[in-house]
C-alpha cells in the first residue's frame, strides 16, 4: 500500500493575500523510527540540490510502491518560497532575504536554554527516555517561537517539521566547488558514540576513528564528498546545527546524564552552482538514496557497495578564506580540487585603471597548506570579498568565532 502524502503548509507573517506555503512529501509510517528529514532550497537559488530531491523523489516513489520503505522520510523539495519569490535583473536571489539582507541559512532560532528548563527535574539515567524528553521538550520550545517576520516564520516551519528527525540533511551548493560537506564533529565519530568518552574526545581522535563508521562518516563516503569539514558551531546558527548541536549542547549543562547525539545533520553542498545535469545529479540522488538504504530506511539488500571515503575530514576552524584586499578583476591560476602548499599563488586581481604600474596586478598567497575546494563564481572583486576557500587540516589560530566567514 503506497504511503505516499503530500502535506501543505501556509507560511505564518506573509504579505496578507500572498499566501505563501511549502510542500512536504511524507513517505512511510509516522509513528515508526527512526524519521529522516531532507530538504532542498533552503538557499532558494541552488539549483543542483533540487535536481538531486527530483531524482531522489523518483526513487522513493518507486520504494513506496513496492512497499520498501521503512521508518518516516520526510522531503521538502522547495524549502524557501520567499527566496524563489525574489528574481531581480533577470537573476534570481536566493540566498538573502532582500528585505533585510539576511542569510535564509543563518540565525536559526537557538532553543537549547528553553529546552534545557523544560527538562530540568527529569531528565534519568535511562539514555532512551532522556531522548524522548528532549524531543518532547524541544517541541515545546519550538511551539512557544514567535518569529517576527515571515523568514523567521520559514524557520519555525522547517525546524518543526524537522526537529525530532535522526537524520536531517540540507541540499545546497557552492559557487565553484568541488563536493563537500558540513557536519558536526561530535557526529563524526564512530557507531561507539553513545559513550561518554567519546562525546568528550578531541577532533583528532575523531578524526582518526575509523574502526567502526558513524552516520555521518557513512554519508560522507555514500556521497563521494571530496571535502568534509567539521564544527559543532560554524557560527551564525545554520539550519543543519539547529537540529543537531542542541544534543551536545544540553550534554555540556547536564553532563551527569546519558544524553547523546541524537540528530545527524549536514549540509551538502552538490558543487558549484551550473553543476547540473541527469548523468551527475541521478547518481548524486543514487548515492543518498543508498545512505538512506544503509541506514535502514528500506527494506532489502543494498544493491551497491559502500564507497571508500575519499577524503579525511578536517576541521572547519581550518579553513583559509581568502579575501580581496582590493577591487578588481579576478583571474584565479588554480582550480578547485587542487591540493595547495603555504604560499601558492592563487589567484590575481587585475586593476586596468590604476596608472601606477605597481598597483595593476595583486597577487594572493595562500599561508596554509591545504585543498582548494571552493571559488566564488564572480569575477569581478570588492575589497573583503571571499574569493577562495582552502580546508587545511589544523585550526588556524585566531578564528574566533564565525568559522564560515573568518
Ligand atoms: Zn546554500
Known sequence: MKTKTIKKHFLQLSMSGSGRFINSIHYG???????????????????????????????????DSEDKIRGEIICVPAANPIGLDQWFYERLQGRFDTSNGINFNRNFPDIVQDTAKIIETQ???????????????????????????????????????????????????????????????????????????????NLELNLNSKKSFSSAYELAAWTGAEAILLANESGGDPYDEACSKIWCKLKEIYPDYPIYPSCVAATIEYRGEADVSEELNR????????????????????????PELKIDATPLSGVEHIKAPVSGVVNFLRRPGEMLKAGDK???????????????????????????????????????????????KKPIEGKGKHLLTA
Open 346 to 392: 592563487v589567484a590575481e586581481i587585475m586593476n586596468p585603471y590604476f596608472q601606477n604600474e605597481e598597483n595593476r596586478i595583486t597577487e594572493l598567497f595562500c599561508k596554509i597548506d591545504g585543498l582548494l575546494f571552493s571559488l566564488t563564481s564572480d569575477r569581478m572583486a570588492r575589497q573583503g570579498r571571499i574569493l577562495a576557500k582552502i580546508a587545511g
Open 123 to 201: 531528565l534519568t539515567n535511562d539514555p532512551d527516555k532522556n531522548r524522548a524528553l528532549i524531543r518532547d521538550a524541544m517541541k515545546i520550545a519550538i511551539d512557544n517561537l514567535h518569529p517576527e517576520d515571515e523568514a523567521g516564520a520559514l524557520k519555525k516551519l522547517l525546524f518543526s517539521l524537522s526537529f525530532d528527525a535522526d537524520i536531517v540533511l540540507d541540499l545546497h551548493c557552492d559557487n565553484q566547488a568541488i563536493m563537500h560537506i558540513y557536519t558536526g564533529e561530535s557526529l563524526w565519530s564512530n557507531s561507539d558514540s553513545n559513550s561518554d568518552s567519546n562525546l568528550n574526545s
Open 283 to 306: 547518481q548524486d540522488a543514487i548515492n543518498l538514496y543508498s545512505f538512506l538504504h544503509q541506514q535502514g530506511y528500506l527494506s532489502g539488500d543494498i544493491p551497491l557497495k559502500m
Open 29 to 63: 509510517n509516522v509513528t515508526s523510527s527512526p524519521k529522516a528529514y531532507i530538504q532542498s532550497g533552503l538557499h532558494a537559488d541552488e539549483a543542483p540540490g533540487y535536481m538531486v530531491m527530483h531524482y531522489l523523489l523518483e526513487l522513493l516513489d518507486i520504494a
